[in-house]
């Protein structure tokens, strides 16, 4: 029996389950430096409100949340939309969603964020919860979502 693809599902489970292990390693990691989740999504807001960021309060750090789902939920999407021409996506979750999670990083890290608030600095965290967190944390729930709600 084939299933129906289930594109909503497939980007809603994927975004929300990488947005939440993604959001997640990230106060962990940059907690161990001193950060709090506070100024971490503060931070994310920074990429809007720039250096007001941390002035705005829970108003700043409400919209680094939004800005943050937003994301994952654009990379499952993406993700979603490119399984429909590359079945290889589907066929292999895990080597293709490892790959995926790099390449997240790497456009957030060399794109986005250099876009956004300037050259990124790197540290330890950056090390664990970029190219060593994104492909397990972000690509893997993302594909395994998109494969688990595709035909």
Same mark, same amino acid.
């Given at each position: ?6 594109? $909503? &599902? ?5 975004? =929300?389950? &990488? ?5 997640? /390693?990230?106060?962990? *990691?940059? *907690? =161990? +430096?001193? @950060?709090?989740?506070? +100024?971490?999504? /503060? ?5 809007? $409100? ?24 654009? &990379? ?6 490119? @399984?429909?021409?590359? +079945?290889?996506?589907?066929? +292999? ?11 997240? $990083? #790497? ?11 300037? /050259? ?16 397990? #944390? ?14």
């Amino acid at each position: 029996m084939k299933t129906v693809p289930k594109p $909503f &599902a497939a980007i809603f489970w994927g975004g =929300l389950l &990488a947005g939440i292990f993604d959001i997640t /390693q990230a106060f962990i *990691g940059f *907690g =161990l +430096r001193g @950060s709090t989740p506070f +100024r971490i999504l /503060q931070g994310i807001g920074r990429g809007i $409100f720039g250096t007001r960021s941390r002035e705005m309060g829970w108003t700043s750090a409400a919209i680094g949340l939004v800005c943050h789902f937003t994301i994952t939920f654009t &990379a499952a999407t993406v993700y979603y939309l490119a @399984s429909r021409k590359l +079945r290889i996506l589907v066929e +292999r979750p895990v080597l293709c969603g490892l790959v995926y999670g790099e390449l997240v $990083f #790497l456009f957030m890290y060399f794109v986005v964020m250099p876009l956004a608030i300037g /050259q990124p600095h790197f540290n330890i965290a950056t090390y664990i919860t970029g190219p060593i967190g994104h492909p397990f #944390l972000v690509g893997l729930p993302i594909a395994l979502a998109v494969r688990r709600y595709s035909s």
